[in-house]
């Protein structure tokens, strides 16, 4: 499946979960199919900075109250300085690698706390970032 294919299916997944759902979410209440947490790569952070105002401006035209994040087909470097993440010896290990998110919905105030704590935090060297978005994105 090519990556323009891929994203045709992604976004008619969303419209349909969205129109099943009757969503209409005002723009203060609880996100019910956003994550609680997103974890990123440096690489997928950047990425998603580059298609933050796009993906939420896409939404908006069509009207929809979340924005969906395809980040499947971002580049993402290979070697990461040397670093590499450990490989999972045992089960009881499988739960201390961290799960990137490549794909994930958010509505446009969590999108924009997200961008707004990435742009920030990538002055800092790390691997990987976790939000959490009810300690990172309070309601204010």
């Not at 446009?108 to 978005?133: G, N, P, S």
């Amino acid at each position: 499946m090519t990556g323009k294919a891929a994203r045709r299916l992604w976004r008619g997944w969303a419209i349909m979960v969205i129109a099943v759902a009757g969503l209409s979410v005002p723009a203060q209440a609880d996100c019910p199919l956003c994550p609680k947490s997103v974890t990123l790569s440096d690489d997928l952070a950047r990425c998603y900075l580059q298609r933050v105002a796009d993906v939420i401006a896409q939404a908006d035209r069509l009207g929809l109250p979340v924005a969906m994040f395809d980040l499947t087909d971002c580049p993402v470097e290979r070697a990461r300085r040397g670093i590499s993440l450990p490989e999972p010896r045992r089960s009881a290990d499988a739960e201390l690698v961290p799960q990137i998110n490549t794909r994930f919905v958010l509505d446009a105030e969590r999108a924009q706390c997200l961008e707004a704590r990435l742009r920030l935090d990538l002055m800092t060297i790390a691997e990987i970032r976790h939000y959490v978005f009810a300690q990172d994105c309070p309601d204010e």
